[in-house]
């Protein structure tokens, strides 16, 4: 393996892939997508050993595009030549999405089968077959139970969060659906971590792996100290300019949930003397382009996101991220505290939420499998009242611990001293 190449074309990407990688402004490869792309262009099964926020999607999707396309079999009636399982819809889709991106100068046609929503659109879209299937378990098994879905042809089968199927009891449903695939293919199992189970799959599924075992690069929760307010919706605008008072917020990434919300947020920032920027994606590449440019060389203290277009920002130094809404989907917010916290750094996330979120807010507490720390009003000079939220009275006695910055404001908020004030924080 040879770690200099870091272009994706070195990596043996053809040009409409790493076309569009570039129009996701991805400039460089993650460690996975290093050491994975190579290898399964070359046909090879792997054992990957990744959290969501490495790269990993890109690292499966690409050269899997590449095969693909590389080969204009057509897949039969009902069937498909490549089947992707993830343990949850919203997974499902997302992987989904990515296909979509990357492919955009290819021509293949991919779809998703998950539950919770009426099986006839899924059944027609794959009347004619597809290149790639994207499903959850156990609506997979019913439409092919039902004869709708056949994976007689799939010559390529991917495994992702294996960890969290065998959490969710998929494993017998996997092997059921193994069982009907070709011997010869090309496998990939993706597993955050490798309970017993999971090895034993991979044993049986996988034909002389290459395994491949990355720390997350772009997303690193535990290095991400974690806050949250609990603030009626109507005052949260008022405590993110509080916070912004604080110097030590010297390169921050507001997330909110629409992009009307980010452009009215940074104009209301700049009104209150914040420069800030909105990229969202309704704005154009250069537009986009420029606001990051104008965050990168500081020029905009504040860069306001959405979701999509948080994806692929590469801006190191970012002091903090700050959910002015929360994410819908519990994964996002993994996606967005990645922001901070890159290459080495720790940093700081502070979330917002208001008596209509407290649902997500569970929903992240369980997927990073702890709770976030209750901020006080106290922490930052100036910030308003907080609401008292029953989230807070069932984690009573732990001290919160929220502070953005130590002992007031400091006249110069160079990194270091940020540092500084955090490690002093820490070891106290
Ligand atoms: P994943 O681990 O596949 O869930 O990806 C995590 C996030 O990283 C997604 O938002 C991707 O769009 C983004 N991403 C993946 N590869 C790269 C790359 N090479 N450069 C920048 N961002 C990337």
């Known amino acids: 393996m040879i770690l200099t190449e870091q272009t994706f074309s070195g990596l043996g990407l053809a040009e409409p892939l790493t076309r569009a990688l570039a129009a996701a402004n991805y400039t460089k490869p993650t460690p996975i997508q290093i050491q994975a792309i190579p290898a399964l262009l070359d046909g090879r099964d792997i054992l990957g050993m990744a959290q969501t926020g490495t790269g990993k999607t890109a690292a499966f999707t690409c050269p899997l595009l590449q095969r693909l396309t590389g080969n204009r079999k057509q897949a039969g009636a009902r069937a498909c030549r490549a089947l992707i399982l993830a343990p949850t819809r919203e997974l499902a889709i997302q992987i989904d999405d990515s296909i979509r991106n990357y492919a ?55 495994l992702d969060e294996g960890d969290r199927m065998f959490d969710m009891g998929f494993i017998r449903d996997i092997r059921k659906i193994v069982a009907l695939l070709p011997h010869e293919r090309q496998t990939m199992l993706f597993s955050a971590t490798m309970p017993r189970e999971i090895e034993k799959l991979a044993r049986e599924i996988l034909d002389d792996p290459i395994r491949v075992e990355v720390t997350p690069e772009v997303v690193t929760v535990d290095r991400v100290e974690q806050h949250v307010y609990h603030v009626p919706g109507s005052a949260k605008r008022g405590l993110l300019e509080d916070l912004m008072a604080d110097p030590a917020l010297s390169r921050v990434i507001v997330f909110t949930r629409t992009k009307h919300g980010a452009n009215r947020l940074a104009g209301q920032l700049l009104k209150s003397g914040v420069n800030a920027d909105a990229i969202h994606g309704n704005k154009s590449q250069g537009a986009r382009q420029r606001a990051l440019e104008n965050f990168r060389d500081s020029t905009a203290r504040v860069l306001v996101a959405t979701d999509i277009a948080a994806r692929g920002i590469d801006v190191d130094g970012v002091t903090h991220v700050i959910n002015f809404d929360l994410p819908m989907e ?9 922001r901070t916290a890159r290459a080495g750094a720790s940093g700081i996330a502070i ?20 709770p976030l720390s209750p901020a006080n009003s106290q922490d ?8 008292a939220a029953p989230e807070e009275d069932r984690r009573s006695g732990r001290k919160p611990h929220g502070k953005p910055a130590e002992g007031g404001r400091p006249a110069q908020p160079g990194k270091k001293k940020f540092r500084r004030n955090r490690n002093r924080r820490r070891a106290a």
């Open 104 to 158: 955009r100068f290819v021509s293949v046609r991919h779809t998703v089968i998950t539950g919770g929503v009426p099986q006839n659109r899924q059944v027609r879209a794959m009347q004619r077959g597809v290149d790639i299937l994207v499903a959850t378990p156990g609506r997979l098994l019913d439409l092919i139970k039902q004869g709708h879905v056949a994976l007689h042809s799939a010559q390529h089968l991917i």
């Open 380 to 387: 930052v000079a100036g910030a308003g009242p907080r609401e």
């Open 351 to 370: 979330s917002f939420c208001d008596p209509s979120e407290r649902k997500y807010l569970r929903d992240i507490e369980r997927l990073i499998r702890r």
């Open 330 to 338: 519990a994964e996002s917010y993994i996606h967005r505290i990645g």
